[in-house]
């Protein structure tokens, strides 16, 4: 997929990358870069200040048609600090760890803040809320894999993909990639920690033909313990599988009608919520769930919890990107909103306290019904299965929604053919008190998991 | 002094390397079947300034350089990079990329070509365009001009974000360009508030250019009233319609709808592996005969424009779709070769640290005969659609969407009440056949766009005129 949009910023954070035997960072040594990032800001003049820094090396492989195509050899570092003079803020980042250039990046930060203007709000998190006892979270697993075990793999994933079907003819390969890194964050509160973390994923896309019409999908798997992927063959297999559905689709007549969305694609309506309750969106008042902290948005028979302690789970974490400690609580219960996302800065604008979750939440569940995906089309009799969206067409001010999708019609509770190229219309206010059933068919990749969702009813736009 | 020796002195020589060493590191790689070999050092300096709540509040800047380097074997890449531009660190890359290799046959480096280069923006340093006190009095001035055109607007976030980019490419095939790439960028946010509702608008522009470049016309303040004045169309629109219509696009960032449907579907790289619906049909009859549509990396100080692309090809202005009949696609060295073409200048990345691949530039539709109002008045119902968030393609089935931010509903020829937000949606290889009306008013927007494709961002321009599509489905709900 490609996609064009007028965002204003596109993002300049450096993803950090590394793992080499031959790297020469490690934890105590990038801490000693973060502890003089922040003694440089005092001897600054800054009141207070706060410095992450990340190094991260990874290998990705594709092979295509059975040959290799591409090998990366990834490794990015980057360091970041934040200095406070009072209630001013200014903020500086580079990719290069010497003294100069620590020392230059903590003046242009302290240059910036000499402009910037008195925000009340602003400063680091109240020290109460620091983490103290760091939780081992295990999310270390670094996977000692060659380009040439990485291609084999790939290779493999691939050449069950291609085989599974004869109306598979194309193919956009299969890849493989590992990552490992370290993150280190202090502040001049005294807080200073690090710890490791890896990541590693599989996937597979594929391209079939019938009539003259091309599909393509694809399937991944990802986890932070190679060991724990889904077997090459099995990524290869269920890519094939859902390109082949895709063919033959038909277009869909304008209508009214109950829609499920598949695992993979209610995760993203769990985003459309997230992004309404995040505390940005609440104290700018940019939102369709404004102040709505105690009221019903879903069904009774819904909850919603963040556990950020599981143990090597892919949105962990023992503290959030300010140092705040993370805490298992709930966002819904009974169908009621419960908590707000919040960082230090948006708590105190809103006079609440931090909820951890500076830079993202970490494992969000949402309860589900002891019921399949099959058995969910049985209930739903009538109605769509939808397995992917497109497009930027959600407006989570005023809830709008407006996406392009596709997925199959489903009558007599049974999957009758695939459909393509119409739009999904309602408001995520209704869709949300209009979800009946969620699927024990949980969809594990990520820190958002869900199973597959049963709404009541949505407008088709189609031909 | 040329952009070479202006990049030789920001990237090599404050290390000791010099364009020789460079040579010796490409030689080293060209062993064993590997047919081309590039470097391409970067250096990237980015600010940006935020003001919200009427107060400057949050400023960043951000020092990036590296060098990637890159082996390429038929249709296999071996790619490292490194963040330190030292000859040790430089040789460690090149090992790592030259892992593609097979047994096969020894290739030459080539000795260095001249190469012309164009001037379609100064080589100048945008964050010293202006000192940081100016800087913060524009985004107050924009804050102020929002908040007194309408007491319903109650928050506004104005940015300004500014690129000093120094690039130097050299390659095996004898390619030794630089270029110095200058680009700002400025975004206005309003939120809107009436009784229970709210609205949020988005203005902005820029270009490859200094930060004068807002003050001048009257542009900062411009955008301003345009974000305030969408905020306010979309606090009084109605539903939606459901359904296949006839549509009329506005002229400029609505040709979005070329980039999704026609562009990314005309890359070289999907149409040599045979992945985009476009595959094959080179000659054929993809639009009607009113639509011509380029690619132009070419245009003065436009945010899509390059003097050469990340392969050090000098940009051109390649034709798409001439008269409806599909001419050329859009090609990076790598996808050209393959394909028995010549590059297009088409070869872009985000970074060193990311491989170069196809990818467009400035991409419109050229002017056609139509007076725009007379385009509506043709419309008996249907969507006026003029501004638009954003846009995604499937390139292989060529089902592409794009989602409107403003657009009115037009009843007996006359453009009435608008409408909210709503997706369209179309397959890319036939929605062109369906243009009846162009319009003479070709407009290219107003620099903005950010093109995404396989988690690489780069600037891009997109324009086109008004133009009258018979049928599309509007995914309202009404």
């Known amino acids: 997929m490609s996609r064009l949009s007028s965002s204003p910023n596109s993002d300049q954070n450096s993803s950090l990358k590394m793992t080499d035997s031959s790297d020469p960072y490690n934890s105590e040594k990038l801490k000693t870069i973060v502890t003089d990032l922040l003694q440089e800001a005092t001897a600054q003049g800054a009141s207070a200040a706060e410095a992450g820094l990340s190094v991260e090396s990874g290998l990705s492989v594709t092979v295509r048609m059975g040959d290799v195509e591409t090998i990366e050899h990834n490794r990015d570092k980057g360091l970041g600090i934040t200095v406070y003079f009072g209630n001013r803020k200014g903020s500086a980042s580079t990719s290069d760890f010497s003294l100069k250039a620590v020392k230059e990046t903590v003046k242009a930060a302290c240059d910036i803040a000499r402009y910037t203007e008195d925000d009340p709000y602003a400063g680091l998190p109240d020290e109460k809320m620091m983490a103290k006892d760091i939780l081992n979270l295990d999310l270390y697993h670094p996977w ?47 807080f200073l920690d690090g710890y490791n973390t890896s990541r590693h994923s599989m996937s ?152 951890g979750n500076a830079g993202g939440v970490h494992n969000l569940y949402i309860n589900h019904d002891d019921v399949s995906l099959e058995t969910m089309l049985k209930e739903m009799d009538k109605g769509l299965l939808i397995t992917e969206v497109m497009g930027q067409g959600v407006n989570t001010v005023t809830g709008d929604y407006s996406r392009g999708a596709s997925g199959f019609w489903v009558e007599n509770g049974e999957i009758q053919y695939p459909v393509e190229e119409f739009t999904l219309a309602s408001r995520l206010q209704d869709m949300f008190m209009g979800l009946q059933r969620i699927g024990n068919d949980l969809d594990m990749r990520g820190g958002v998991i869900t199973g597959s969702w049963l709404i009541d009813n949505m407008t088709v736009a189609g031909s | 002094m040329s952009y070479i020796d202006t990049a030789n002195d920001i990237l090599l020589s404050p290390t000791g390397l010099e364009v020789n060493d460079l040579q010796n590191v490409l030689d080293q790689m060209m062993g064993n079947s590997i047919n081309r070999a590039d470097l391409y050092f970067q250096t990237t300096r980015h600010e940006s300034w935020v003001l919200e709540d009427g107060i400057v509040k949050e400023g960043n800047y951000n020092i990036e350089q590296g060098v990637g380097v890159r082996a390429v074997s038929g249709e296999k890449t071996g790619f490292s990079y490194s963040d330190e531009i030292v000859l040790p660190a430089l040789n460690q890359a090149a090992n790592a990329a030259k892992t593609i290799a097979r047994a096969g046959q020894q290739n030459q480096v080539q000795a260095w070509k001249k190469h012309s280069s164009h001037q379609l923006y100064l080589p100048i340093d945008p964050l010293d365009s202006l000192t940081t006190d100016e800087k913060i009095d524009l985004l107050r001035q924009v804050d102020a001009e929002a908040r007194k055109q309408d007491p319903r607007i109650k928050q506004v976030i104005a940015s300004l974000v500014g690129v000093h980019e120094v690039v130097l490419v050299a390659s095996s095939d004898g390619t030794l360009n630089a270029d110095v790439r200058p680009l700002v960028r400025m975004n206005v946010t309003v939120i809107a508030e009436e009784g229970d509702d709210r609205e949020q608008a988005s203005s902005g522009g820029g270009g490859r250019v200094g930060y004068e470049y807002f003050t001048q016309e009257d542009r900062a303040l411009g955008f301003a009233r345009e974000a305030v004045r969408q905020a306010l169309v979309n606090l009084k629109a109605v539903a939606a319609p459901a359904g ?68 050090g090809t000098r940009t051109q202005q390649t034709m798409l779709i001439e008269k409806g009949v599909l001419k050329g696609y859009m090609q990076d060295k790598m996808n050209a070769e393959l394909m028995g073409v010549e590059s297009t200048g088409n070869g872009r990345r985000e970074s060193y640290a990311h491989l170069p691949m196809p990818r467009m530039t400035n991409t419109y539709m050229l002017a056609g005969e139509h007076d725009p109002q007379e385009i509506i008045e043709s419309v008996e119902k249907g969507v006026y659609a003029v501004n638009f968030g954003g846009g995604q393609v499937d390139i292989t089935s060529g089902k592409f969407v794009f989602s409107a931010s403003e657009a009115y509903l037009i009843e007996n020829g006359k453009v009435t009440q608008p409408i909210k937000g709503a997706t369209l949606i179309g397959n890319g290889p036939d929605v062109l056949t369906r243009v009846s009306m162009v319009g003479n008013d070709l407009k290219l927007d107003t620099g903005v766009g950010v093109c995404g494709k396989e988690g690489q961002s780069v600037p891009v321009g997109v324009g086109q005129p008004t133009l009258k599509i018979d049928s599309l489905t509007v995914g309202g709900t009404a």
Request: glycine fraction near 10%; proline fraction near 4%.
């Open chain 1, 144 to 190: 000692d894999v060659s380009a040439e075990q990485a291609i084999a793999l790939a290779k493999e994933c691939e050449d069950v993909a291609r085989a599974e079907d004869k109306r598979i003819i194309n193919s956009e390969g299969g890849s493989v990639s590992s990552h490992s890194g370290i993150r280190v964050y202090g502040n001049t509160q005294g």
């Open chain 1, 204 to 355: 597979c896309t594929m391209i079939a033909e019938q009539d003259n019409a091309m599909q393509r999908d694809y399937w991944y798997s990802i986890n932070r313990d190679a060991s724990k992927l889904e077997a090459p063959a099995e990524i290869g297999k269920h890519a094939a599988q859902r390109t082949v559905s895709r063919l033959g689709a038909k277009h869909m007549p304008t209508c009214q009608t109950p829609v499920i969305f598949k695992a993979e694609v209610a995760k993203g309506l769990l985003s459309h919520l997230l992004a309404g309750i995040r505390g940005g969106a609440q104290y700018r008042k940019a939102t369709f769930l404004l102040d709505h902290l105690g009221k019903q948005i879903f069904p009774e028979h819904i909850r919603l919890d963040e556990r950020p302690h599981i143990k090597g789970a892919l949105g962990s974490a023992p503290y959030d990107n300010e140092g705040v400690i993370t805490t298992a609580h709930d966002l819904i219960t009974d169908g009621v909103l419960q908590s707000y996302v919040l960082d230090s800065y948006a708590a105190r604008r809103l006079d609440m306290q931090s909820t």
């Open chain 2, 244 to 311: 296949t219509m006839p549509v009329v696009l506005g002229p400029g960032w609505p040709g979005v709808l070329l980039h999704e449907a026609i562009g990314h579907g005309l890359e070289g790289d999907f149409n040599r592996k045979g992945s985009s619906a476009f595959s094959g049909r080179i000659g054929e009859r993809v639009a009607s005969p009113l639509c011509t549509i380029v690619d132009d990396g070419t245009l003065d100080r436009r945010r899509g424009s390059l003097n050469m692309d990340d392969e």
